[in-house]
């Protein structure tokens, strides 16, 4: 099927950058979009940035302005760029994508195993 690789994460102070990426591989016949989610202990997981295959992307209203993602469809691979990290980023970051694999008729969530974001001083 479809597996995803997170890299990236990490313990940086308020202000500071971190970049995640995520790279997609298995019997994938197409995909559609992939992004990130974010998650903290107690409260759903949040829709934090996106991007489509066409190159549209999306973002919660609290992290415009302050990440950028981007996508490499031959590579399968998506980052984020988490440029002014506030406390409130503190999360652990999912990587998805919405793909159909080989041999299925219907496209499906695929996740990441998660990477942690920790925004402190």
């Known amino acids: 099927q479809v597996q995803l690789v997170e890299s990236g994460g990490g313990l940086v102070q308020p202000g500071g950058s971190l970049g995640l990426s995520c790279a997609a591989s298995?019997?994938?016949?197409?995909?559609?979009?992939m992004g990130w989610y974010r998650q903290v202990p107690g409260k759903d997981r949040e829709l934090v940035a996106m991007i489509t295959s066409g190159g549209n992307t999306n973002y919660v209203d609290s992290v415009k302005g302050r990440f950028t993602i981007s996508g490499d469809n031959a590579k399968r691979t998506v980052y984020l760029q988490m440029n002014s990290l506030k406390p409130e980023d503190t999360a652990v970051y999912y990587c998805?994508?919405?793909?159909?694999?080989?041999?299925?008729?219907?496209?499906?969530?695929?996740w990441g195993q998660g990477t942690q974001v920790t925004v402190s001083s």
């Open positions: 298995g019997s994938i016949f197409s995909m559609n979009d």
């Open positions: 998805y994508c919405n793909a159909q694999a080989t041999g299925w008729t219907f496209q499906r969530t695929y």
